[in-house]
């Protein structure tokens, strides 16, 4: 997986960190202050030889109504879809202590998305295992 870079205009872009241990490959991105639902954030680029994909959702404020959501895209970043986990449930996390989860499906481009809300302040880290 690699940062999608079809755009460079993002108020949130990706860092990155890449670790080697035996045969597997883990890259963690990250994603610092989502303030609002207006902020453009990179996507990641999906592809290759993926073992497995884990987001966690740190928030120290979700603003009024904040709601942060998993999206996916397989039309270049036009449409955004809510990934669901393997229950079949969207992706969304609301409020409170801190949230993991994994993505059952891949689609090209995934990001986190702040889908309602102002005046938030919530970090996304995505890590992401491959061969």
């Given amino acids: 997986m690699k940062p999608y870079t079809g755009d460079s205009n993002y108020a949130i872009p990706i860092n990155t960190a890449t670790t ?14 989502l303030v609002t639902s207006a902020d453009t954030i990179e996507a990641i680029q ?11 959702i740190i928030g120290t404020s979700y603003g009024t109504s904040g709601d942060v959501t998993t999206q996916g895209s397989n039309d270049n970043g036009t ?3 809510a ?5 079949g449930t969207a992706i969304t996390h609301t409020s ?9 499906t891949l689609p090209d481009l995934i ?3 702040l889908t309602a809300g102002t005046g938030a302040n919530i970090d996304v880290i995505a890590t ?3 061969k």
Wanted: glycine fraction near 12%; include cysteine.
């Fill in 96 to 104: 409170g202590a801190s949230f993991m989860h994994s993505i059952s």
């Fill in 128 to 130: 992401v295992g491959f």
């Fill in 83 to 87: 990934l669901k986990d393997e229950t």
């Fill in 79 to 81: 449409t955004w879809t």
């Fill in 111 to 113: 990001r986190p998305y």
């Fill in 20 to 33: 080697q241990v035996g045969r597997i490959t883990s890259r963690r991105y990250w994603w610092d202050g």
């Fill in 46 to 56: 999906c592809g290759g030889d993926i073992v497995d994909t884990v987001f966690q």
